[in-house]
Every structure is written in C-alpha cells, then in structure tokens.
C-alpha cells in the first residue's frame, strides 16, 4: 500500500488545482431522504463501520502498525476513510465508504477522483431523478469498481499480502462475466429511491467475511470412508466452486479450516484430526496465508518479510485430504469446514475477543458412516 502515496499526492494536488471542494461529497444523510432501503442498508455494512473511530478492530491494528515501525496512517486510510484523499470535507471522514465515495467518483489510474459536475453516478441507463443529475456508470456495475481496494496490496518488502483481484481474474466466474457486485450486492425486486419505478435493486449491505448469510455453503465437502475395523481411511474433498477468489480472500488474519471427528455408537468422539490448534496439530486442515517477520514469527503485514506458505483454497480449486484412523468402534464420522475472522490469539492481543471479531462460522458439513468392506 506504501506504493500508493504518490499517487494519493497526486491526487489530492489534482483536485485542487481543478477548483473540486469539500462539497463536491455529500454526506449519506442527504441520500437518505430519498435511497431509504439503500441508506439503511450500507449502515449496517462494514464500509460505513471502516473506520477507526466506528471499528474498533480497524483501531486496534492502526495503533499497533503506528506504534511498531511508524507505518504512515494514510496508507492504510486510503480505502478504510477514502473521502479524507478525496478532499472531502473532515465531517465525511468518519463515514467511511460512503455513498458519493463510490456514486460521485470516477476511475483515475489505480485509484478515484471526484467528478466535478455534480452527477450521480449509477448502475442504470433511465435513472430518472428531481434532486441530482444521474447517469449510468460502466465501472460502477464491474469489479473494476470494487478492485480499486479489494485488490492486490503488497507489502513494503514487495509481497503480495491480499491479492482478490489476481485470484479473480484467474477464476471461472471472471471468464463467465460474473462481478463482485453479483454475489456481494445480490438483488432483489424493489425500488432505489421512494416513488421510483420497480426493478431488480443491488443490496448496499456489501456481504463478506462479517457476514454468516454469505460464508455459509461458499465451500462444499465430500466424505468417502473405506476400509474396516483395523484400519479406515478418510478420504475428504474441500471444494471450492461457489466463489470467484481464493477461500478465504482478503486480510491475511483470515482463516477456513477442517474440523474431523470420529465417533461411536454412543455419539462419543474417539478420534479427531486436531484437539484445540489446527495449525499446530494438523497444519494441512487450515487453508490461509501465513505471514512470518524476519525471525520466523507470526507477523502482521507491515511486520512482514515473507510469506511463510500460502493454503488457501484457490478459486474453482478442489483439495483432497487423506487420514487413516483404527476403525475400532467407529461408527460415524464428521466433517465440518469452519472460518473465522482472525486468529484468537490476535484477538486477545487486541483485547477484542469478542464478537463479531471471535465468531466461528460453520460453512460446509459431511457426514457418513463407517461402512467397513
């Protein structure tokens, strides 16, 4: 993200030199009024709480990269309070991905500028609106759009620590025309403004990793149980089909990983792949990217050197683990694909175990039973 700066610079100087104020952004309150469902909706999205003063999660990691190597703010506020590059005015700052940061700006180079002449932007062609010029806007409905910050960062040592826009690109959903905006503002059959006409309306709630409605069945599992009494062999497929990116995208802190458990007639649990750390006892079961600092420690991304191993489940991708366990006594077993946010011990750290941070989210379950051949 350092590698933004000058552009950032640029940027800031551009929109001054061109006459653009602070007022060129409104507030989501002036949209209200009108885009109530919309309005309602992004307050409740993690791009209206993406700030530090409505995110304590986001406060907590800033803190931490301030204080350890004197990582600039602004790197990181560059996505998480885009009006402050923006040249908005200071009261928009705190709304974080607000409205206009997306429906009064246009692409400039890898980042945004604000549009001088006052038009809305938006995603249809017979917009028709008393308030405010509208006009359809090509990169509002692509994931150009979305891929301005959920793209590829790297570090300061040079590394990819989030790279969605690579993964993407890469999928089958990218080469079908399948957007961001489809899976993460499905729509439903209503109206954008009070008094507009009915059609198909893009939900401002932006669906991701906070979000249960969306990580659940986003992977699928396949259980196969060979074998007999003296020995089972566990054959199982994580699969990953139902999302354009790597499984999980986005902030490295994020993990998916594989819960097996064996149990007998009684419902007893005789065997499992992992007691209390997957990443410590069964290494394979835990799809993420691992960042380690120089001396081999776990490490935030400004922390960093290198990547210590990349296992994330890649788009369109299906992974094939094997275990064989005694079949004595065996009666069923059990698959349970989970995902969390960020490692527990992070969140201690941060003093913030707690929810929506330490939530554990089940996304995918099989079961079979030991049938012995």
Not at 167 to 186: A, N, R, V, W
Not at 267 to 291: C, H, S
Request: with cysteine; glycine share 6%; aromatic share 6%.
């Amino acid at each position: 993200m350092r590698m933004r700066i000058p552009l950032l610079c640029l940027t800031t100087v551009a929109l001054l030199l061109t006459g653009v104020s602070a007022q060129e952004l409104e507030s989501s309150e002036a949209c209200a009024d009108c885009h109530v469902q919309a309005v309602a909706d992004w307050r409740t999205s993690r791009h209206a709480l993406s700030t530090a003063a409505t995110n304590p999660f986001y406060a907590a990691m800033l803190k931490w990269a301030t204080s350890s190597d004197g990582q600039p703010q602004e790197n990181c506020d560059l996505c998480h309070m885009p009006a402050r590059s923006l040249a908005a005015a200071p009261r928009l700052e705190n709304e974080g991905v607000t409205c206009d940061v997306c429906h009064a700006t246009e692409p400039d180079g890898k980042w945004l500028r604000v549009n001088p002449s006052g038009v809305k932007f938006g995603p249809y062609d017979d917009a028709v609106s008393v308030v405010h010029e509208s006009q359809f806007s090509e990169h509002l409905v692509s994931s150009r759009q979305c891929l301005t910050c959920h793209g590829n960062l790297a570090s300061a040592h040079g590394f990819a620590f989030c790279s969605t826009q690579k993964e993407y690109l890469s999928s089958s959903f990218s080469k079908q025309g399948i957007t961001c905006q489809d899976c993460h503002m499905p729509s439903i059959q209503g109206v954008t403004a009070e008094l507009g006409k009915i059609r198909q309306v893009h939900s401002h709630k932006f669906y991701g990793g906070y979000n249960p409605e969306i990580l659940r069945n986003c992977a699928k599992i396949e259980l196969e149980v060979r074998g007999d009494s003296t020995e089972l062999t566990i054959a199982v497929k994580v699969i990953n089909r139902t999302v354009g990116h790597a499984l999980p995208t986005g902030s490295p802190m994020r993990a998916v990983y594989l819960s097996l458990r064996a149990l007998d007639a009684n419902g007893k649990v005789i065997w499992q792949n992992y007691a209390t750390n997957p990443l410590l006892e069964d290494p394979d079961a835990v799809f993420m990217r691992l960042l380690e600092d120089e001396a081999g420690r776990p490490a935030p991304p400004w922390l960093a050197t290198h990547i210590k191993f990349d296992q994330r489940l890649q788009p369109d991708e299906t992974r094939e683990l094997l275990y064989r366990i005694s079949g004595l006594n065996v009666a069923d077993i059990f698959a349970t694909l989970y995902y969390r946010l960020a490692p527990p011990a992070l969140l201690q750290k941060l003093n913030l175990d707690i929810e929506p941070y330490s939530n554990v989210v089940t996304i995918a379950t099989a079961q079979s039973k030991a049938v012995t051949k």
